[in-house]
């Protein structure tokens, strides 16, 4: 038999898998964590990652679902319970690879694949309503691992009147807090985040928000330059080889999201691969080598972010810190683009603070699910603009252990 919620309320020490698709669409990340305790108390220890990649055939159809020409209800339908066996091999397979058994696994938290987000309220009649849609069924992983899951936590923010992100903010705050050090966490996904947390700082002194485009048209123009055989520039070396366009690169920067007041964020919808189309047309209009349009939309990606920094946190705060995460951190052309805007202020990558870079994203979800059954607010309104702070998710009980 299964634990219910009341025994895994009260356990203090659990292993909890977190499973994550992020908007670059590579695979499926899996992190196995052991959890001890719950809030500001929360000790987090990675004892497994791994990715695992989607099939070919499966990626390019996530990817045909991101737009609303292409992306009918029949697609989107099928490829919420796809995602959901796909999420729930994952989670099967890092067990085995910790060589334990499903029984031994308290939770699972799942953030599933981000396939549109609203955040800017729609009008409907007499209402203004945000909206956001995440698929990967979560019953379906409950039933094929046994395991009690835990799915959707972007939606309760938004009821909230926020915009369901960024999500990170309350997990950085616990992992990274120090009482003399104000330091500022840069997710580089395929969109850029940040989560300032200043010295000595409370949870509600925490200021996040989406910078702007990560990895997202780096990768969508690697991608269509090379016609589908790579997904990515490796290592930033073919934007090594080239020169930044600087009529181009002010074109990139005068876009109006950059110059939104936060909380904010955005995601394939402003930046996805309809935005790489036009780019492209452009830089073929100016004559651009393929190498140097990669230069300078990586440049674009550190550009955007220093662009957030000055305007929004150099202001108000002193940094003493940067540290990066995500795929852009193993991107040495984007980093050196990054330590020539922030010099003197140091940047580190998560990994020397003993975690890793790749690891992150599965890692929140993983405790933001041990928060929900610990039935804590997990959200951060200081970021996302929520009118309080809310529990975080759906739970999806299975007993059949």
Not at 179 to 197: C, D, F, P, V
Not at 204 to 212: I, L, M
């Amino acid at each position: 038999m299964g634990k219910d919620i009341i025994q895994l309320e009260k356990k203090n020490e659990k292993i909890v898998i977190g499973l994550m698709s992020g908007t670059s669409v590579d695979g499926i990340d899996a992190a196995l964590v052991k959890i001890k305790g719950n809030g500001l108390s929360t000790r987090a220890r990675l004892l497994f990652f791994q990715v695992y990649p989607y099939p070919q055939t499966v990626r390019k159809k996530i990817l045909n679902i991101f737009s609303p020409r292409t992306g009918t209800v029949d697609k989107i339908c099928h490829l919420n319970f796809v995602l959901g066996e796909l999420f729930a091999q994952a989670a099967l397979k890092i067990i085995l690879k910790a060589n334990l058994e499903p029984w031994q696994i308290d939770l699972i938290g799942s953030h599933g694949q981000t396939i549109y987000h609203i955040p800017i309220p729609k009008r409907e009649g007499s209402l203004y309503v945000r909206s956001t849609l995440q698929i990967g069924e979560p019953s379906v992983i409950a039933e094929r691992t046994g395991i009690t899951t835990v799915a959707d936590f972007r939606t309760g923010d938004m009821a909230a009147g926020g915009q369901g992100a960024p999500l990170a903010a309350y997990v950085d705050y616990i992992l990274f807090r120090d009482e003399k050090k104000t330091r500022a966490i840069q997710n580089i996904g395929g969109i850029g985040n940040i989560t300032l947390i200043p010295a000595a700082a409370k949870l509600d002194d925490v200021v996040a928000f989406d910078t702007g485009p990560g990895n997202m048209i780096i990768d969508a123009v690697s991608q269509i330059l090379s016609q589908g055989k790579r997904t990515y520039d490796k290592n930033g070396l073919m934007a090594a080889q080239g020169k930044v366009n600087r009529k181009l690169l002010k074109e990139l920067m005068n876009h109006s999201y950059l110059k939104k007041i936060p909380p904010k964020t955005t995601g394939r919808e402003e930046f996805g691969m309809q935005f790489a189309r036009q780019l492209i047309k452009r830089a073929r209009a100016l004559h651009l080598k393929n190498k140097d349009l990669l230069t300078t939309v990586t440049s674009f990606t550190a550009d955007s972010i220093y662009y957030a920094y000055e305007n929004f946190i150099l202001p108000q705060h002193q940094l003493d810190e940067i540290i990066i995460s995500g795929g852009g951190s193993y991107n040495p052309t984007l980093l050196n683009f990054l330590r020539k805007r922030f010099e003197p202020i140091s940047l580190f990558r998560t990994e020397d603070f003993g975690i890793s870079d790749k690891a992150k994203e599965a890692l929140i979800f993983a405790i933001l699910a041990n928060e929900t059954i610990s039935a804590n607010p997990a959200n951060v309104p200081s970021a996302t603009g929520a009118k309080r702070g809310v529990i975080l998710g759906k739970i999806i009980i299975n007993l059949n252990h």
